[in-house]
């Protein structure tokens, strides 16, 4: 089943702006730039680019090479642990993943921090779903991810780029809200390992960032945890990370974005486009708590 990446607002302020533009006498022709401009379309990235422009810091610091440095990345066999505060603590088996977990397709838009963005269509489940399963406890207030660490396997690993683990979080409503997936594939295929084969966390209203590859230990805990880019730089990755076009790197804008294989940059929608999720933010100054 596909769910449409773009909501029916969007749609809406399309049939305007068409008309908009036909009022200006705008040829039809010329309307996939303007839409390109003013964040109209949302074609899916093909493949071939989703699966060789990538961020994966264990493999390397440039965007080409994770795809051929992770090649033979052994995902099988893989286990998640899940665990903290929870009453049931469990180590899930992939193959007990994906037998257990009615995997879905779903279509969303990636927006890196560095601003550039594709849409990719991914095969998963709701990160719900396996908090269900292991009953977190009251006192469990947000959701730990790690990636795994294998020098042997991870020349990034092996050089330093970070501090390794690579570490995430999310508040546990935020992990609980429905848009919240753990993705097994993409393109109807399993992972490319350098999209984080054979598991990682997918967020379309945070920062690509988030989306933590490679998940090997899913903790459920009382304090905000320390995540990766939060303390290799405080001031430039703070641990909300919602798509934020008025809020601006320190050395970039936030307000647009490069669709990969487009030519004009288009505008950053706030949360990615994905107001559904503005709820759990209400009273929060999203100017501090970036
Ligand atoms: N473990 C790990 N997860 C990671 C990263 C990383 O370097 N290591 N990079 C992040 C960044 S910055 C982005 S934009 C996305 C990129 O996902 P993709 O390569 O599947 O497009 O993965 C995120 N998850
Ligand atoms: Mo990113």
Redesign the pocket.
Known sequence: MNEPVTPEWLYLSRRRFIKGLAALGVVAGSTPLAYAADNLSDEITPFEK?SAY?????FSLGKTEPADLAKGFVTSPWRVAVGGLVAKPATFDMKEILARFPQRDRVYR?R??EAWS?V?PWRGFPLAALLDEVKPAPEAKFVRFE?AVVPKQMPGVRAGNLPFP?VEGLRIDEARHPLAILATGMYGKPLPP???API?LVVPWKY??K????VVKIDLVAEQPRTTWQAQNPAEYGFYANVNPTVDHPRWSQASERRIGEWLRRKTLPFNGYMEVASLYKGMDLTKNF
Request: hydrophobic share 35%.
């Open positions: 989703a990538n961020n994966f810091y264990e990636l890196c921090v594709m990719i990636t690579y350098q999209n984080g990682r690509g960032f989306s933590i590859k490679s």
